[in-house]
């Protein structure tokens, strides 16, 4: 028995080692042909679904961008790219300047945040239109750049019409309901915007302020222009009447930013006339902050001196104020970028 094993385990190291042999031959084979240091061979990057577009690359990844620049064999549209895209990978950069790793002063980035525009907007559950203007003003008003704060107000009622269209807007909102019932709808009207004026009094909502008709059509960049306004601001708009086929200006005349004349609406001097404005309330616009902070105008007194009534307060103030009212657009208000379009209205009994 002893002898006849022997052979069967001599056959079987002989078997290792061929088998150890040839698997070292191979890899040797094959390590002879790999390449010591090849700086042309294309480089991979590998984006994981998981990973952020705004994290900045690996030192791996720019070492390899480093190589392919010194040696040439780089497509200038892709580092062109890269290079306008710094500002989106890193959005939090310095407001007034960028150092670099050499402590080299970089060029210099303005990041000023625009200041909040606040529409105020009434309206009438009396208006059969409400619905659809509603959404139009909302279509037109998720168009513009934020930041923007649609107040919307309305009288206390079961319907629950405004309420529903305003969630389904892409616009911040707010909504502010009043009890009182009011036979005048001018007087309603000056009543809701009061409403919205001491809501942005209370709770000190910077901004500037626009009243806007749901029967308003803008220009875009109207919201853009109002931006600017330091303390109060005026511009033209033309009222568009389908029916009697005219279209009437109503508005400041400007010599570039400065107010020199208005247009106005033809007046019969009677005695409504008499108290009522001669501007119309969506030809200016207003910085907030002069609810309640008239010393930093140079002002004294406030809209909490006017008996509650900051909409006439703010009227008032725009007449007065004459040094202080600048046109807008600053260079010439001549340009039109609001309309308000006349449209029969059906009013409910």
Known sequence: MGSSERPKKK???????????????IMGFFTGFAPTNNPSFPTTHVITSNRSPEISPSPEEISGKVSEQESGNFDRSVLDESSSMKVHERPNLDRKQET???????????????????????????????????????????????????????????????????????????????KENFTDVEIEMDHQRNVALKHIEYHRLSGIVHFASLY????????????????????????????????RIEGPVCDSSEVVGWHLKNLNNSEDDATRSPVHISTVGFNSSILWDPERWGRLSSAQ?????????????????????KGVPQDGCSKIMLWNLHIPRIIKG
């Open 11 to 25: 056959v079987q190291l002989w078997k290792k080692a061929t088998v150890h042999f040839l698997l070292c031959f």
């Open 100 to 178: 670099d790793d050499k402590g080299e002063t970089g060029n210099e980035v303005n990041l000023t945040p625009q200041r909040l525009v606040i529409v105020v907007t009434p309206t009438s559950d009396k208006d059969d239109l409400r619905g659809v203007l509603l959404r139009k003003m909302a279509n037109t008003l998720s168009l513009v750049p934020p930041p923007l704060l649609w107040v919307v107000v309305e009288s206390q009622s079961e319907s629950t019409e405004v309420s529903d269209i305003l969630r389904k807007t892409n616009v911040m909102y707010r909504h502010l309901v009043f």
């Open 216 to 247: 308003n059509i803008y220009d875009l960049s109207f919201f853009d222009e109002i931006r600017a306004i330091e303390v109060f601001g005026t511009w033209p708009m033309a009222f568009l009447s389908a029916n009697r086929q005219k279209v």
């Open 305 to 325: 001196h006017t008996s509650q009534n900051s909409i006439k307060f703010v009227k008032e103030e725009v007449l007065e104020e004459e040094t202080k009212l």
